[in-house]
């Protein structure tokens, strides 16, 4: 429980600052996240990066995103009513005690809610799930919106408890795999992608746009974190 909140707790003042961007740029994934830990081991979060010269790159939006509406316009996606998803994605996340916004977090990064996604690398539905895993979690069909909610979820609660509550750890193995996390020392693997996925989906997790689809609020322990915290500390 320590480290899920001081996961959550870390990555505030990213959720922030890319709430921030929204208030400048019609798009809010336009703005590129730059990052730093400091002597004191503060990670500190910023789109300015010429306000210190430590500051390094740590997401950086794809320019093919920069003309295109983000995941909350009314316009994007085409191909799913998002508010239709609402009652699965609670349910899903009820059922396998997963913060729900989380969940909305995650398919918003993986599929921008695009239920027939498929990635080059064969990765299926609104949760992206892989052959392989939507097997483990007993998806029939990958394409089928319920299907894929309940098994990426059900492998979300699956990775939270395997990292012990480290959300940061969790969403590593969902985009790398499990056993790349464990096999670097149960961190973040140093592939590009993932080093950039984290943050992403911490920062959708944290967007208060996504309170148009959320119908239940965030657990106490999240709650509990975001109410008390002033700094945010990181291994």
């Known amino acids: 429980m320590r480290a899920y909140m001081q996961s959550v707790t870390m990555f505030m003042r990213l959720g922030l600052i890319v709430a921030a961007a929204c208030l400048v740029t019609p798009f809010a994934a336009t703005a590129n996240i730059y990052s730093f830990k400091d002597d004191a081991g503060i990670t500190h979060f910023s789109n300015l990066p010429h306000l210190d010269k430590r500051y390094k790159l740590v997401y950086r939006i794809p320019d093919s995103w920069k003309a295109r509406p983000n995941a909350w316009t009314p316009n994007f996606p085409k191909s799913v009513d998002i ?26 990064a993986e599929s921008g809610y695009n239920h027939r996604a498929q990635s080059n690398k064969g990765a299926l539905g609104l949760m992206q799930l892989i052959p392989a895993t939507a097997e483990r979690m007993g998806v029939k069909d990958a394409f089928d919106p319920v299907d ?45 992608e993932t080093q950039a996925y984290v943050p992403k989906v911490l ?3 944290r967007s208060p746009e996504l309170n148009r689809f959320v119908s239940q609020p965030a657990t106490a322990a999240v709650s509990s974190a975001l109410g008390t915290a002033s700094r945010a500390s990181v291994r």
């Open 148 to 192: 894929n909610i309940f098994g990426g979820t059900r492998y979300l609660s699956y990775l939270i408890k395997m990292f012990n509550g480290d959300i940061e750890l969790a969403l590593a193995g969902y985009n790398a795999g499990e056993n790349a996390v464990i096999r670097h020392g149960n961190r973040i693997p140093p592939f590009a």
């Open 203 to 205: 920062a959708f997790y």
């Open 83 to 108: 508010g239709k998803l609402v009652p699965v994605i609670d349910n899903a996340a009820r059922t396998h005690g997963v913060d729900p916004r989380l969940v909305h977090a995650v398919i918003r």
